[in-house]
């Protein structure tokens, strides 16, 4: 079965500074991940997507993640984050045969 | 907007009662997918939809079921309703069934059983 982890509930930084939010993935064959952000009293919105290829994907409002298949990671990140990027961010996988499973979601705070 | 359109918005209702949900997909996508969020339980997959005909059955309980009608807009129902029901759906829509496919989520029905 397919599962998805993200470790931390909680991320808080600084405006300015880096952010990453860790997620971890477990399936069997080839996993296709996505990272989806929610904000208050709306749906989720769809950031970006790792297929194949580039294992740097590039994605929606500066945002970028790192596909590791040795680690089975796929970590958000972005270089400098922004107080309106404060939300919850949900990371996701879909294999051969197999629906979206989503992960528990990491709000993010980012302090002025 | 993400063109996902849910009725209505919020619901409030008895136990033992039923409800019925509305998805209107996006125009032209063909796959029409229902989720259950609760702070518990996360983001909790319940089926797909593709074209009229049910794909996928994730955690749906046996009193909730749903359709896709020719004009592909869903509903789902819910009945026999429990407190636990309580939580925000979602219907998301793709343009296909392919496994690359992203999302489109509507804004949520947020039902509270009372």
């Known amino acids: 079965a397919q599962s998805v982890a993200q470790p931390e509930d909680q991320v808080n930084v600084a405006e300015g500074n880096p952010l990453t939010v860790k997620c971890t993935y477990s399936v069997s064959g080839n996993p296709y991940l996505f990272w989806y952000v929610q904000y208050p009293n709306r749906g989720l919105q769809f950031l970006l997507k790792y297929i194949t290829g580039d294992n740097l994907v590039k994605g929606s409002y500066g945002f970028e993640a790192e596909f590791n298949k040795s680690q089975t990671s796929f970590h958000l990140k972005k270089p400098s984050a922004l107080v309106s990027d404060s939300a919850l961010y949900f990371c996701?996988?879909?294999?051969?045969?197999?629906?979206?499973?989503f992960g528990p979601g990491t709000r993010l705070s980012v302090l002025p | 907007d993400s063109g996902v359109t849910q009725t209505p918005k919020h619901l409030i209702t008895a136990t033992g009662q039923r409800v019925t949900l509305r998805c209107s997909p996006r125009s032209g996508d063909l796959s029409v997918y229902w989720y259950q969020q609760s702070l518990d339980q996360g983001l909790q997959f319940l089926i797909q939809?593709?074209?009229?005909?049910?794909?996928a059955k994730g955690n749906i309980l046996e009193r909730f079921s749903a359709q896709q009608f020719p004009d592909l807009h869903s509903e789902l129902n819910l009945s026999s309703l429990e407190l636990g029901d309580s939580a925000l759906y979602f219907c998301a829509s793709s343009a296909g069934k392919g496994l690359n496919e992203k999302l489109f989520f509507g804004s949520g029905t947020q039902l509270s059983v009372l």
């Open positions: 939809y593709y074209n009229g005909e049910e794909r």
């Open positions: 996701a996988v879909r294999t051969y045969g197999q629906n979206f499973v």
